[in-house]
């Protein structure tokens, strides 16, 4: 196994580690904001480790078949935080008496976000051989929009409600656990694109999850 490999897994394995923080708080706290928390950690995780098998499962049929329902995850699932970053925001006092107008404004854009992404991600994909140090995976080279719109979109709306949080509440770290992943794409390297982009999303997961942590100890 070589370095690259490992550092998929090791996102892998921290990514499965919050997926398990997040379901515990869901159990707690069933509501739609917790589970579209959820859903798109899953998501991440699954990518991880499929990039991390690659080179153990080697290009060919197996390898594209297990690639495919990545970018549908990132499709259907990844806008899914617009919906739980704008619950999160209403829950720490933002948008007062236009808070149910916001949140199903969230809905639609979640709506919207996820044709975008089935038009990028699926309907015209087309994948292609990637060897990134010693990890091989597929990647999507039929996009018509790079970068996808709906992870610009989301992580915009995480920025927006993650200072609405810190104003209302002074919680700081919704807005500060986001802030790497647009960084990463500023400061990455050949050399260090994955390092950045992956230790951002882990970093946003555990910021995400601890606010909704923050958030059920502040109500009760």
Known sequence: MGSTEFA????AIAQAVVAV??????????????????LPIAAV???????ALGGFIGPGPMLQALTFPRFAGHALLTPLWIVAAVSFAVRAGAFAKRA???VIGSYVLYGAMVAVGLLNEVVFFKGELV?????????????????????L???????ICGALVLWHTRWPWMLLGALPVPLSQFLRSDSSAFLLVNSGEVIMSVSLVATLAFLQRRKV
């Open 8 to 11: 998929y897994i090791v996102y």
């Open 21 to 38: 923080w997040a379901f515990v708080l869901w159990r707690k706290d069933r509501t739609v904001g917790a589970l579209a928390l959820l």
């Open 45 to 51: 995780w699954y990518d991880n480790l499929i990039i």
């Open 100 to 102: 149910r107008t916001v």
């Open 131 to 151: 060897t990134e140090g010693d990890a091989v995976y597929y990647t999507n080279v039929g996009r018509l929009f790079t970068p996808p719109p709906p992870s």
């Open 153 to 159: 979109t989301m992580l915009v709306v995480v920025l």
